[in-house]
């Protein structure tokens, strides 16, 4: 498992990676509007999401449809992709970043973060600033790995059980209502 400690070297390894799979990982449009479905994202144009980590914007494309969108992602070449989709409020730019809470979007109805959360360098101050930048009565939906991940392709792939992401997301002031698995 390969780790990387900071920010910089960590867009870097995606650049090449996004660079070496031409569109990125591509994650099919009924997947994107299962985990918008169990979100409970409506079609409503006055909310907000933000997706951390949001890659070559797969998932931008399919929330783009029913609310207004914001992405975040570290690597340059995955928000060159994101513009190529058309996605506009995408900025190179990680969610561990404290200027974040001073930008110009205000909070945010939904920050979903979908397999990208477990590869941020400062996990710790991630889950803080998303809590500032959730609405009080927001909601944030996060995909990551359980203990049982064998795919570890990828830097700073983090795994734990459910229990642990719970406590560990309730230890920054996110409230878990609900944990399920899927896939493997």
């Known amino acids: 498992r390969k780790s990387i400690d900071n920010t910089p070297e960590l867009a870097a390894w995606y650049d090449a990676k996004y660079l070496e799979m031409q569109d990125g ?7 994107c509007n299962k985990h918008l479905d ?30 207004n969108t914001w992405g975040l992602e ?5 928000v060159e992709l994101c513009k190529r989709r058309g996605l506009h409020y995408v900025t190179q730019q990680s969610i561990e970043d404290s ?3 001073t930008a110009g979007a205000g909070k945010f109805d939904f920050i979903t973060s979908i397999g990208s959360l477990e590869h941020v360098v400062d996990l710790d101050r991630a ?3 998303i809590r500032e930048l959730l609405k009080p009565d927001g909601k944030f939906y996060f995909y990551v790995p359980n203990e049982k991940w064998v ?3 990828q830097p700073n792939e983090r795994t734990m059980t459910s229990g642990e992401w719970c406590r560990l997301f309730e230890s920054h002031g996110l409230y878990v209502d609900q944990a399920k698995e899927w896939n493997d």
């Open 25 to 31: 990982w591509n994650t099919p449009a009924e997947e």
């Open 38 to 67: 169990d979100l409970g994202v409506p079609l409503d144009r006055s909310l907000k999401l933000l997706d951390v980590g949001c890659g070559a914007g797969h998932f931008l494309v399919e929330a783009q449809k029913r609310v």
């Open 74 to 78: 570290i690597s340059k070449v995955g």
């Open 99 to 101: 200027d974040l809470l």
């Open 127 to 129: 889950l803080d600033n």
């Open 151 to 153: 795919h570890m392709d």
